[in-house]
């Protein structure tokens, strides 16, 4: 399978505090994409990173992409309380890159 | 600009039903993609429309069907419903195949009884 795999599972900290979560994939990629979902609505875009990318930045997130171990990690500066909900890394590989594959996602849990 | 739309927003059928779920994609975009996304899953992806006709398949039985129209807006239909089925059912939709930005819809949560 494609599909990557997101760590931790859930993540529960204080508002003011940094969430990192962290993506694994298993075959080279094209991209990698990042995604927020609230209570099982609509995914919300947070972030593309290209293969030949190594770091981009959006406001309070950073991304990392690291192609030799196939991961990538999301870090959250400055959490706020709006910022709970589940988080989806998305691949879209080599020579196919219109299929996204997703992982099982992080819950993020901030408390106020 | 209006975004991507579904509709119904919730649906509930009895097994062995047939459902019909519909897409409007955001203005511009000409390419739809369907996922299945059950309860504490990542979404998984079925297929994808480009030019009326499907592009792409995950790995979905042929229960699973679809349709796009000449005003790119997409259905998707699933005959002879399991319990399984039940999901939330995301459309995305792109400019072109090659796109690398998908926007989502906010689902349809479908439930089989």
């Known amino acids: 399978s494609q599909q990557g795999e997101e760590d931790p599972q859930a993540l529960s900290i204080q508002e003011g505090e940094n969430a990192t979560m962290n993506c694994s994939y298993k075959?080279?990629?094209?991209?990698l994409q990042w995604y927020r979902q609230n209570s099982g609505r609509g995914l919300v875009h947070l972030i593309l990173i290209r293969s030949n990318e190594r770091e981009k930045h959006s406001g309070r997130l950073r991304v990392t992409l690291d192609t030799s171990k196939k991961s990538s990690s999301l870090l959250i500066t400055a959490s706020r309380a709006a910022d709970t909900a589940s988080y989806f890394c998305a691949t879209a590989h080599t020579g196919n890159f219109n299929k996204f594959y997703f992982g099982s996602g992080t819950k993020l849990n901030v408390k106020p | 600009d209006a975004g991507v739309t579904q509709s119904p927003t919730h649906l509930i059928k009895t097994r062995g039903q047939q459902v019909t779920l519909r897409c409007s994609p955001k203005s511009g975009h000409d390419t739809v993609s369907w996922y299945q996304q059950a309860l504490g899953q990542g979404p998984q992806f079925i297929f994808q429309y480009y030019e009326e006709e499907e592009r792409q398949r995950g790995n979905f039985p042929d229960r699973f069907s679809g349709h796009q129209f000449p005003n790119y807006s997409s259905e998707l239909n699933v005959n002879a419903l399991l319990l399984g089925d039940s999901a939330l059912y995301l459309c995305a939709s792109s400019f072109r195949q090659g796109s690398d930005e998908q926007y989502f819809g906010p689902g349809t949560r479908l439930t089989v009884t």
């Open positions: 075959t080279s990629i094209n991209n």
